[in-house]
DNA sequence: TGTACATCAGTGAACGCGCGTTCACTGATGTAC
DNA sequence: TGTACATCAGTGAACGCGCGTTCACTGATGTAC
């Protein structure tokens, strides 16, 4: 059921994630889906986290293939490139499954500064905001970042890249031509790095 | 009619602006909708058109209270932010059009660099888009931007607001308190002063 | 080893709902002669 | 000045659609005695 709306939402965001046209197919009668789930909000939370999950898989990929140990500073600005190019290729190449992942959000724990170490540190990994927090960490142990301008740091960088990711997807933006669209992503990262630095 | 589908709007963003019942709301039989437009796609972009209108026009509001000649470094660093925070204000205040604003944007034109100059400079500055490059080419003539780093230079700063007021409306951080979101508001500000400066 | 029973995914039929849209129409308003 | 006519916003009734959801049910599977 949940691949069955995740394959829906894919190709038309949350809207589309229909109860009825997931069971159908599933090759199943509309209410058997109520043997799995209370009902149809139920449903689309699930493919939600599903599209959620899916996107941080994919960061977490781009982050594997770079090379380089740990706290070394070229691998580590690769790493945070990585993040952000994962994100926005992601949003471009499913925008469906994009749109999906946002449409319903878990309640997402605003965890900055001192409140930082009360959460379980697994479930901050795996998720897009946890990985850009690695990154800037290794940043800061690479030396490169200055530990006095890591706090909070995550949420601007976040909100310009998930902001292109948006204006270039369903936005104003989304008619730009590839090349323009790779300029607008490397204006971006260049904004991000000029501020970090 | 269009100002009936905007109170849906308002009420409960794009999906909210139902055919049937905006000529409910106006006191109509359903059909009559049909002397006026040609279906209720043609009533939502109308719709969504004067959403983006409510909001540039908060925008250039947010402008025109800044005192201070037009070059004056003070005066030019405080309207860039007025900008950014009516943007934010809107967003928050009015979620369901902002939301709308975005829904079906009307063709966007990219005019970067080049060809800036063929577009219409009117139409440009009727868009939040305009009223942010009118502002950042007053950074320029305050001697406050590089000219050399003002190309393109737009289209992150956007990204990076239009990013916090997504994520903080709909978005993961929709939850967080009044007084974080302030603070996160704050840092984005400063995260495009830095890369600004 | 065999029988009784609980569990539970899926069935078949139906419901009420609100939607967008089409049809032929009415009736007031303004204009041409 | 008065009559004929075009225009056009709105009417009334109806359509087909697909949706989420409820009901009482069936039939296979696994387990307890």
Redo the contacts with the bound molecule.
Sequence with gaps: MVAAGLELARAGGPDAV????ATRAV??????????FA???ELLAAVCAASMRELTGRMAEGIAAVPGAHGDQAAARARLGAIGAAYLEFAREEPGLFATAFAQPRQHPYTAGDEAAEVDSAEVEATPLGLLRAALDELVDAGTLDPRRREGLEYPIWSAVHGLAVLTGQGPLREVPADVRARLARDTFAFIEAAVA
Tied chains: 1, 2.
């Design positions: 229909v109860l009825r046209e090759g199943v009668v509309p209410n058997a889906a109520y043997r799995h009902d149809r909000d």
